[in-house]
């Protein structure tokens, strides 16, 4: 099998694996409150590259361990993410009606649902996170911590306000670059940092992991921003054209396309720098470094 197809078969393959357990963790959609647990799985299962949950167990593997120790961790976080994805698309934030090719929960469940259908997600992340069982000396309560500050005020949540504000005017490239950190490069980063703590790996590999998180996530970011205005809504599985139409603060609105991409090449091999430290273990996040770099959706 050449290396693309290998690489293609992991992804599925781990995919698979996360997309099972995600279910195992999540109410019935029987169970009452029945509509709540249906927006809930409706969400969760619409799809999604699951890069984060991908990212954990990936990481945990670097650090030499068996990924399964970091199933509870890669969950939590594809639940955080989900329940962020949900809370975007309202009307009062992004306002979006597609989301993974489907109508976003609010077109289907109604505001009022789709808000507690994120609230629940957020709560149900820390309910399975505290169920983790990390090798060496982290503990559950430490990574229940790493999750609970990322998905806070001074990382997910207030970058979003940040977005928020930002539309309509000239940020500085400093404020864009917060805004990216804090909104999309901290959550992958406690993605690979759950991964590691979980596996039980020592501060040097937590840090090499927390340096490739956070130059992934940006460089995430900027790809994201340049499909959003070279690419279809069909395509994409989500609105395209919305950042130009709500004057959202971009790398490419702020730099230029171009400029923009050299900055998430430049990211991305700053990023598969950073894993030195770890060497052939961490094959296969450099892989996914240049996947990530080369998407187009």
């Known amino acids: ?13 781990q995919q698979k694996r996360i ?34 949950p991908i990212l954990c167990l990936a990481a945990a593997e670097a650090c030499g361990s068996n990924d399964n120790l970091a199933m509870p961790a890669a969950c939590a976080v594809e639940f955080v993410h989900t329940y962020s994805l949900i809370h975007d698309d309202l009307p009062c934030m992004d306002d979006d009606d597609l989301r993974r090719g489907k109508p976003t929960n609010h077109k289907v469940y109604g505001e009022a649902v789709a808000v507690l259908a994120g609230d629940a ?12 069982k990390p090798a060496g000396k982290y503990t559950a309560a430490e990574m229940v911590q790493e999750l609970a500050l990322t998905a806070g005020s001074k990382r997910l949540v207030g970058g979003q306000v940040m977005d928020m504000e930002g ?4 940020p500085s490239a400093r404020q864009l670059r917060f805004i990216h950190e804090s ?10 940092r ?3 703590m979980a596996a039980g790996a020592n501060p040097g590999k937590i840090d090499a992991l927390s340096q490739f998180g956070q130059a992934t996530g940006l460089a995430f970011q900027i790809i994201d921003d340049i499909l959003d205005i070279t690419q279809s809504s069909e395509k994409l599985g989500k609105s395209a054209g919305k950042d130009l139409a709500t004057e959202k603060a971009t790398y490419p609105s702020t730099h230029g396309l171009e ?13 598969i720098t950073a894993l030195k430290p770890l060497g052939s273990k961490a094959s296969r996040l450099r892989e996914i470094g240049s996947y990530l770099l080369d998407r187009d959706y």
């Open 1 to 13: 099998m050449n290396p693309a197809k290998e690489f293609k078969a992991y992804t599925a393959s």
């Open 19 to 52: 997309n099972a357990a995600l279910r195992s963790f999540l109410p019935r959609a029987s169970c009452r409150p029945k509509t709540l647990h249906e927006s809930m799985r409706y969400s969760v299962s619409a799809g999604g590259k699951r890069l984060r």
């Open 121 to 132: 997600l957020l709560t149900l992340a820390f309910e399975v996170i505290s169920q983790s």
């Open 167 to 170: 539309e309509g005017a000239e």
């Open 183 to 192: 909104k999309t490069a901290a959550l992958l980063t406690c993605s690979m």
């Open 194 to 196: 759950l991964g590691a």
């Open 259 to 271: 400029k923009s991409r050299r900055e998430a090449a430049r990211l991305t091999e700053q990023a």
